[in-house]
């Protein structure tokens, strides 16, 4: 039973002492160094599933994570979790991300799979497409679940794409229609890991644009990410 | 800190596309996962540096997920031919990986393209642990070659085994009650249970009697004497488990083409639930050598024409069934000359009844790719006579006897499906029905003036070869021609000229160049057989080796002009490929399948994994012309 009166902000009594200790863990990690090469160093490309497309409502059913490390998107950085839900999602929902009743309600337990998802992405700057989406259901559910405010820096990619590419701007609209434009295949679509390395191929190229349009540095291309300013 | 594996979507994916080529779709699945799992994605825009000699020794291995990498020479001149455009799914570079050094070529993107780079440490696990993956890193045209081979076996599987008649069941094909042994017994006691009787295969069984495994002879040699293994372990850690099986009902052609889909050698037979046997790919082709032997019988024991005409009208349906089962060309074209020959010897006794030829000495020979042994399906005759030297002033009237005799069997042989020679060179022409000292003086004739005529005489008479008669005269000729040819070298020199006028269809970036007034197709017996052709000759000729086949020259002459053994294999290799591309073009004509032409292929209807052999079999003839223009200085 939760006393009434917690003193540490942020920490749950209920959360197991795992859990606690490698959200202190994360917490201590160095921050990314924003004046680095845009193409050095790490980044985390991101994609989730959820119940709906209401980000302030709906719930997150799967994170997938996949790196991007010097220019390189390297398979074996990658990470997905299926989320405990306590009822299946509706059938058109499932319909959408393929992940089936069992599957969520035999999920892990959601503050160990986000403990982990912390630890994979320590504090290096996320990348995702139509990030808000992303980012809020992140936030909502890793501040449910472990107490902790997610605010992270966010690459969007929606925003990044027409200005790497502005000939293409004006026609392309949506992850499908950028994808593709650059033949890039996609396994499984809205499989969120699928999904992921599908956007960390048009990541890779957006890294060899990324000095072509004025933003060198990790710090600047964030900068261009309109949704970066009000995420952070 | 989190030690999760990775997700297993991205690995499939990942597999998926790697398995769409070779060697990726020959290697065992944990082989290939740990190789996915080790795999970095990069991107290279079009005309980005991927690598060059400057990078340093090499570290990685590059895999084309998409997109497409031009290797160029940087230096300017280099024999080794190895720049080209490699496309998805090939590897680069293999060599430079291998042996830790620099790469000689510059790699750069041909066009925006993606890359899988497989470190050096994954890529020496990988080259331990696989065997196909080694094969195709150690011997790149060979493996792909055994890949296609068996590509080409599945393709024609169905086809063949109805023409064998293989349509009965394969309980017919059982020779022997099944061999077992539970699954607990050590490699030891199977190995000794297979050689005590002699059997290939034994199958292991588990607690409840039921087929768990299988072990074979071939299963040896990897799994336990390179791999190792003690005899001692269970032989269930090395069986292949879970083997795969047909209801004894199921056709032979039914086994024959999982064995060829599959790469199986060997299938259990089941009888309702019960294991009736097994059978092996050899059980399959030896119902194929009795019908070759009983062949050859036919042949031998025709006694008309007609009679003769059916039987050589078989050795064709035989050729279509060898290739069918993926026999090398060497060997096809070997059995299909063998037989030929049998018919041409026996067109000869048959012509020789109504000539009174006994007591006449002479000796029939065959030229052209009939005298290297390299007729493909669809050839034309090309023969002549050579006989001794009679007492003075008897020449004409022998001769005149010849050539009666000698125009029964040309029109024998023309019956039996070997054309008559448009360049009329055929032993009833007078011209090439020649004693002995006529034949020393034309072939000296012809090295002496090098003549546009006398070169295109020696590529078809140069390859001659006994086929009935006295083989001494014909050894005569050779010992004089080789004895000759060295003293000639202006002849050598004209001879390798005109090797190189025809350069196989390669483009600057490695691509294969079609004649677009030719539909977009290729030649490829005179763009690519004939400067192997060409070449091997000229080799043999300047270094004295007497024997007449390509592959035989080339084996012959390599040691003796310092070509080490690897390139002589490879050059072989990509010879013999085209001659089965050439046998598979004739055969789908002969159908009526596709080409109009015998020897015209259009490299789009190839599948990828035989485009990709036939570049490199393009890059092998200009490699070897190259070679032999650096001798004549060219």
């Known amino acids: ?232 | 800190m989190s030690s999760r594996p990775p997700p297993p979507l991205l690995l499939a994916a990942t597999m998926d596309v790697l398995r769409r080529h070779a060697p990726f779709n020959a290697m065992q699945q944990d082989a290939l996962e740990r190789l996915a799992g080790a795999l970095k994605l990069r991107y290279f825009a079009r005309e980005a540096t991927i690598l060059s000699p400057e990078s340093g020794p090499i570290n990685a291995l590059f895999i084309i997920q998409r997109g497409a990498v031009k290797a160029e020479e940087t230096s300017g001149v280099s024999l080794n031919n190895l720049a080209g455009t490699f496309t998805e799914g090939e590897c680069f570079p293999v060599g430079a990986l291998i042996a830790r050094r620099p790469t000689r070529l510059r790699y750069t993107a041909a066009s925006d393209t993606f890359l899988y780079v497989l470190d050096e440490g994954a890529f020496n696990q990988a080259l331990e642990s696989s065997a196909p993956f080694r094969a195709y890193c150690t011997k790149r045209l060979a493996a792909l070659l055994e890949l296609s081979t068996r590509g080409t076996r599945e393709a024609y599987a169905g086809r063949a085994a109805n023409e064998l008649t293989m349509a009965s069941p394969l309980r017919t094909a059982l020779r022997r009650a099944p061999v077992t042994l539970p699954q607990g017994a050590s490699v030891r006691e199977v190995l000794e249970l297979m050689k005590a009787r002699r059997i290939g295969s034994v199958v292991l069984t588990n607690a409840d009697g039921c087929p768990a495994g299988i072990f074979t002879q071939t299963d040896v040699l990897d799994r336990v004497a390179l791999a190792g293994q003690s005899l001692d372990r269970p032989v269930e850690e090395v069986m292949t488990r879970n083997p795969t099986s047909l209801p004894a009902s199921a056709a032979l052609s039914e086994a024959a083409q999982l064995m060829a889909r599959r790469g199986f050698r060997h299938l259990l037979v089941l009888e309702g639930e019960m294991l009736a046997g097994v059978i092996s790919e050899r059980d399959l082709f030896g119902l194929q050598r009795l019908s070759m032997q009983g062949l050859r019988k036919e042949i031998a024991q025709s006694g008309t024409v007609d009679a003769l005409a059916f039987a050589a009208r078989e050795v064709r349906g035989l050729g279509t069934a060898m290739l069918a089962q993926g026999v090398a060309s060497e060997q096809i074209t070997q059995f299909v000359s063998a037989l030929n020959d049998a018919v041409t010897e026996r067109a000869l006794e048959l012509a020789g009844r109504n000539h009174d030829m006994a007591a006449v000495g002479y000796c029939w020979m065959g030229l052209g790719s009939e005298g290297r042994n390299e007729q493909t399906l669809a050839t034309d005759q090309d023969n002549a006579i050579i006989f001794p030297d009679p007492p003075a002033g008897e020449r004409e009237a022998l001769r005149a006897k010849l050539l009666a005799f000698a125009d029964e069997v040309n029109r024998t042989l023309d019956a039996c499906g070997f054309p008559l020679c448009k360049g009329n060179i055929m032993a009833r022409n007078p011209q090439w029905c020649l004693a002995l000292p006529e034949w020393l003086d034309r072939f000296d004739d012809w090295m002496r003036n090098a003549d546009p005529e006398a070169l295109l005489n020696a590529t078809i008479f140069f390859d001659f070869r006994a086929l009935h008669g006295d083989a001494a005269l014909v050894d005569r000729l050779r010992e004089f021609l080789l004895g000759k040819v060295k003293d000639r070298p202006a002849f050598l020199r004209q001879m390798a000229a005109n090797a190189l006028q025809v350069r196989p269809p390669l483009g600057l970036f490695g691509d294969i160049v079609v004649e677009n007034d030719e539909g977009g197709t290729i030649d490829l017996k005179r763009q690519v057989s004939r400067p192997f052709v060409d070449c091997a000759r000229i080799l043999a000729l300047s270094s004295g080796v007497a024997a007449v086949s390509t592959v035989e020259r080339l084996r012959g002459a390599g040691p003796r002009i310092r070509m080490s053994e690897d390139d002589v294999a490879t050059a072989i290799d990509a010879f013999q490929f085209v001659q089965m591309l050439r046998l598979r073009s004739q055969d789908s004509l002969e159908r009526g399948l596709g080409t109009t032409e015998p020897n015209r292929i259009d490299p789009d209807t190839l599948n990828s994994l035989d485009r990709r052999i036939l570049r490199e079999t393009l890059r092998q003839a200009r490699k070897l012309q190259n070679r032999v223009a650096l001798d004549y200085q060219l």
């Open chain 1, 1 to 232: 039973m939760a006393p009434a009166f917690w003193p540490f902000r942020g920490v749950r009594p209920s959360l197991d002492p795992a859990v606690s200790e490698r959200l202190r863990h994360w917490k201590s990690l160095r921050e990314y160094d924003p004046s680095r090469p845009a193409k050095a160093g790490r980044w985390v490309v991101v994609d989730v599933e959820s119940s709906g497309l209401d980000a302030g409502r709906d719930a997150l059913i799967a994170v997938g994570a996949l790196a991007v490390v010097d220019g390189a998107i390297d398979l074996a950085d990658s990470f997905e979790a299926v989320l405990r839900q306590d009822a299946p999602s509706s059938v058109e929902n499932i319909e959408v991300h393929g992940i089936g009743g069992t599957e969520q309600t035999e999920g892990e337990a959601p503050d160990a799979a986000l403990a982990d998802f912390l630890a994979f992405v320590g504090k290096d700057p996320l990348v995702a497409f139509h990030a808000p989406f992303d980012s809020i259901m992140l936030k909502r559910a890793i501040d449910h679940h472990l107490g902790v405010a997610f605010k992270r820096p966010w690459l969007d990619l929606a925003d990044i794409a027409p200005l790497a590419w502005p000939k293409y701007a004006s026609r392309l609209e949506g992850l499908d229609a950028w994808l593709e434009q650059f033949a890039i295949p996609v396994a499984f679509r809205h499989r969120a890991i699928a999904d992921c390395l599908a956007t960390a191929q048009l990541m890779l190229r957006v890294l060899e644009e990324a000095p072509v349009i004025g933003a060198p540095t990790a710090g600047r291309l964030l900068g261009l990410s309109g949704a970066s300013r009000w995420l952070t």
